[in-house]
């Protein structure tokens, strides 16, 4: 059973930092895309930062400029610096995977259990 495992949230001041971390586990397969979604309270969720397998970065416009995300294919793993924190990005983190069991397979959905990020003096 894939497992996406997610670490890094916490609680920062306003211009602070915070790197999270997912590593997927439980199997053999290949991983396409990733990305980093969020959810604030009474929010939907939405796409934050997403890497292809080949290392292509896409960003939602607020977090432009502020976040990068990087992926370690090696290590199932992708990464979320995010630099220069706002309260608006205060949210809980989810992690997504694209991921697939053999060449024939079909993409699969795959979602972390989620990491509070939040941004308060």
């Known amino acids: 059973q894939v497992q996406l495992v997610e670490s890094g949230g916490g609680l920062v001041e306003p211009g602070g930092s915070l790197r999270l971390s997912c590593a997927a586990s439980?199997?053999?397969?290949?991983?396409?895309?990733m990305g980093w979604y969020r959810q604030a309270p009474g929010e939907q969720r939405e796409v934050v930062a997403a890497?292809?397998?080949?290392?292509?970065?896409n960003y939602a416009d607020p977090v432009k400029g502020r976040f990068t995300i990087s992926r370690d294919n090696a290590k199932n793993t992708v990464y979320l610096q995010m630099n220069s924190l706002k309260p608006e990005d205060t949210a809980v983190y989810y992690c997504?995977?694209?991921?697939?069991?053999?060449?024939?397979?079909?993409?699969?959905?795959?979602w972390g259990q989620g990491t509070q990020v939040t941004v308060s003096s």
């Open positions: 997504h995977a694209v991921i697939r069991f053999s060449m024939r397979s079909p993409d699969y959905n795959y």
């Open positions: 439980g199997g053999t397969f290949s991983i396409n895309a």
């Open positions: 890497i292809t397998s080949g290392g292509t970065t």
